[in-house]
């Protein structure tokens, strides 16, 4: 990035608690070797203070690398140089490095070439984007173009599949909890008619009866809630980290919203299914329930 220009507009750099991360020049030391012992030289002797990059989250995760560690980079011409770290920057896709044209300079003791072009479209039109970029990509002096906005549609289109598989489990899962919410409450009406019997001829009245055992099943499915929402959450976690996506870095992020729904869902269901239910305690042959044995 030439020194003085701004990223606004083009790259966010912000880490993961949503703060922003001014790109750090030469001059913006953070002494390293104040935390290494030896001088702020690196294992190759090099001096690596003052020279500070940005990099990304998933880059950092792969080499386990925090602020104020060093790291060894080659360019395009295959120079190496070791710089150090000043910020992770949260990145979605893709790995990159971003450093000052003065801090490349210093760091590979070479002029800096710029080879490419960076280009800001003000239009917000994602077509006219698009096809501004085709445009561009006819012309002999560029090698490639890229558009990000071409790049954002195609992702989305891409991960639209999986959208729909969401929307699918989702649509299963609730099937699946009524039909269990339902199995259950039959289950426990037909296992104590003799109690349910009894609390009738006692002279419980039918509003009664249900809240008896409507009562049960509702605080059954709060602690049901109570107890899914965290482990469901600690499962999703846990299976993103699994993820080995080199280029890409998953974050899991659930809006409070979401899972005020899913409880909602949940007691929604239950009062459903106790509504389904109520029909077999009307029905309890309480003469037939008391004769039986136990």
Request: charged share 20%; glycine share 8%.
């Amino acid at each position: 990035m030439p020194d003085g220009k701004s990223l606004d507009g083009y790259l966010d750099l912000h880490a993961a608690d949503g703060t922003s991360i001014a790109l750090p020049g030469v001059s913006d030391t953070r002494s390293y070797s104040s935390g290494s012992g030896n001088g702020g030289l690196d294992e190759d002797g090099n001096n690596a203070d003052g020279i500070g990059v940005i990099v990304t989250t998933n880059a950092a995760h792969k080499l386990t690398l925090a602020d104020g560690d060093t790291v060894n980079l080659n360019d395009a011409m295959s120079n190496a140089a070791t710089v150090m770290v000043s910020a992770v920057a949260q990145y979605y896709t893709g790995n990159i490095v971003v450093m000052t044209q003065s801090a490349y300079e210093h760091a590979f003791d070479a002029d800096f070439a710029p080879n490419a072009d960076l280009i800001n479209v003000k239009s917000g039109n994602t077509n006219e984007q698009i096809a501004f970029a085709d445009d561009i990509a006819e012309n002999d002096i560029y090698l490639s173009v890229m558009s990000s906005a071409k790049q954002e549609r195609d992702f989305a289109k891409s991960f639209l599949i999986f959208f729909v598989m969401i929307g699918f489990i989702v649509v299963m899962a609730a099937i699946l909890a009524v039909v269990v919410l339902y199995t259950l409450a039959s289950t426990n009406i037909s296992e104590r008619e003799r109690e349910l019997a009894t609390i009738k001829v006692l002279g419980f009245r039918r509003r009664e009866v249900h809240g008896y055992v409507n009562k049960e099943m509702l605080l059954l499915a709060c602690f049901g809630i109570a107890i899914g929402l965290p482990c469901g959450r600690g499962l999703l976690g846990f299976l993103i980290s699994r993820l080995d996506l080199p280029g890409m870095n998953i974050v899991p992020n659930v809006a409070w919203f979401c899972y005020v729904a899913a409880a909602v869902l949940a007691l929604a269901f239950t009062v459903l299914v106790e509504a389904a239910t109520n029909r077999s305690l009307d029905r309890i042959d309480m003469v037939g329930a008391l004769k039986s044995p136990e």
